[in-house]
């Protein structure tokens, strides 16, 4: 069945660095893709999304292109922020219904 | 986008006790899922919760153990049944047919503890 990986957390980084959250995908079709970010105690947020090959989706300063030819979907920041601090969720969807998520990567960002 | 509210928002119960959540949405939506995250773990979906029929559950739950209902278009219930320990999740609504069918917007999710 379709499944996604992401890099294993946790992530630490300092803040204004440079981040990449590698997630790759096994599909059949073009799925539509998701970032979701869960903030400490909170729930699910989408973050961006992309629908077909080589879009891109863009949200508070995060990118991520769709790539067929990888499968992959990275999740980028140039500058981090401490309030960046959260678990990240990539998935797909599967069919016209159900979201299949990766495992998490928890990020945490020092001042 | 919909507001989308769970109650209660967290809960410690005891075993073989029940436990029933509710998801409100302030607008009429397509589809509403129930969502489990176990602690640590990302997000299984449970089911699809239909308006005016049975639930549609995913492999590896049932009706018995996790019984929906969902009178209309903006409400729905996840009912978690005779629970255990292995139950402590927590548990999201998720809902489409605001902005785009095939983008799900979460509640903020019920905490549950079981002892």
């Known amino acids: 069945g379709d499944s996604v990986t992401q890099m294993e957390g946790p992530v630490t980084l300092s803040e204004e660095a440079f981040l990449t959250i590698n997630c790759t995908y096994t599909a059949t079709g073009y799925p539509s893709l998701f970032w979701y970010v869960q903030y400490p105690g909170e729930g699910l947020q989408l973050l961006l999304k992309a629908t077909k090959a080589d879009d891109k989706g863009s949200n508070k300063g995060f990118e991520a292109t769709y790539r067929k030819e990888t499968t992959s979907f990275h999740l980028e920041k140039g500058s981090v922020q401490v309030s960046d601090s959260a678990v990240y969720f990539c998935?797909?969807?599967?069919?016209?219904?159900?979201?299949?998520f990766g495992q998490g990567t928890r990020l945490t960002i020092n001042p | 986008s919909a507001v989308i509210s769970q109650k209660p928002s967290r809960d410690i119960c005891q075993r073989g006790t029940s436990l029933t959540i509710q998801c409100q949405v302030d607008?009429?939506?397509?589809?509403m899922f129930w969502y489990r995250q176990q602690p640590g773990q990302s997000l299984t979906l449970i089911a699809t919760?239909?308006?005016?029929?049975?639930?549609?559950?995913e492999s590896g739950f049932v009706i018995d153990k996790f019984p929906i209902s969902r009178p209309n278009l903006t409400f729905s219930t996840l009912t978690v049944s005779n629970m255990s320990p292995e139950d402590s999740s927590i548990y999201l609504c998720?809902?489409?047919?605001?902005?785009?069918?095939?983008?799900?917007?979460f509640g903020p999710g019920t905490r549950l503890t079981v002892l």
């Open positions: 998935a797909l969807l599967q069919g016209a219904q159900k979201l299949v």
């Open positions: 919760a239909n308006q005016g029929s049975e639930a549609t559950y």
């Open positions: 998720s809902v489409t047919g605001t902005l785009g069918t095939d983008t799900q917007y």
């Open positions: 607008s009429q939506v397509t589809m």
